[in-house]
């Protein structure tokens, strides 16, 4: 049990929607990274919200957008959905995150997302 | 470039076996942190250990333990009398100086316990 919820934990999406995940943080983390973890394949760093800031992203493309909020809790939206989105989407969280500190990341349990 | 190197995609033992998962990473900075995570089916990745570039001690934790070799840049899980509940991926992970923090991730091995 790491504190961090996500929601949905399963979702179906027709090509073309949009989507938007949601994420609690473990409680006093300030810190909440995103990850795509396609079937087989390691999670791969979409971006990260350091105090509501947007402070590193990965090659994703724009459609990829986040939010933090003051309560640290985030939402990851995709919009104009493709099949390659399928995927499980991982919320992370940690303190003070940054090059220096190598905080421990806890991860959620993931929303699944399928896109037909 | 970063990089993190599971050459093993799956790995079956048998109960009670002793298992060794190998990672291999790539990076250029002098500071860095290593991790192991495992991934059950449910899909929650669940931390195990956390490992800065700057301790080289080899480390113990009930059946688990790991070698963390700076000269082979290396970082190997093994785990002793595997048990069916062992049965899950393992995930080997990096994070340096110039991610921002975050974690560039192995593909994984699959491991199997059979009882």
């Known amino acids: 049990e790491t504190g961090v919820t996500q929601s949905p934990t399963h979702l179906i999406k027709t090509r073309g929607q949009q989507v938007t995940l949601r994420c609690s943080s473990q409680?006093?983390?300030?810190?909440v990274s995103w990850y795509q973890q396609a079937l087989g394949q390691g999670p791969q760093f979409i971006f990260q919200?350091?105090?509501?800031?947007?402070?590193g992203r990965g090659n994703f493309p724009p459609r990829f957008s986040g939010l933090q909020f003051p309560n640290y809790s985030s939402e990851l939206n995709v919009n104009a959905l493709e099949l390659d989105d399928s995927a499980l989407y991982l919320c992370?969280?940690?303190?003070?995150?940054?090059?220096?500190?190598?905080?421990?990341?806890?991860f959620g349990e993931g929303s699944w997302l399928t896109v037909v | 470039a970063q990089k993190v190197t599971q050459a093993q995609t799956e790995i079956s033992v048998v109960e009670k076996e002793d298992v060794t998962l190998d990672c291999v990473y790539e990076?250029?900075?002098?500071?860095?942190?290593l991790f192991w995570y495992k991934q059950p089916p449910s899909g929650e990745l669940v931390f195990l250990i956390r490992?800065?570039?700057?301790?080289?001690q080899n480390e113990i934790s009930g059946r688990y333990s790991w070698n963390f070799q700076k000269s082979t840049s290396s970082f190997n899980f093994t785990i002793t009398a595997s048990q069916v509940v062992d049965s899950a991926v393992y995930f080997c992970?990096?994070?340096?100086?110039?991610?921002?923090?975050?974690?560039?991730f192995g593909k994984g091995t699959k491991l199997s316990v059979k009882p």
């Open positions: 992370a969280s940690s303190l003070d995150l940054d090059r220096y500190s190598g905080n421990t990341i806890y």
């Open positions: 409680s006093g983390h300030n810190t």
């Open positions: 919200y350091y105090r509501e800031e947007e402070n």
């Open positions: 990076t250029r900075d002098t500071t860095y942190y």
């Open positions: 490992r800065n570039s700057f301790d080289e």
């Open positions: 992970a990096l994070n340096y100086g110039g991610s921002q923090g975050n974690l560039i």
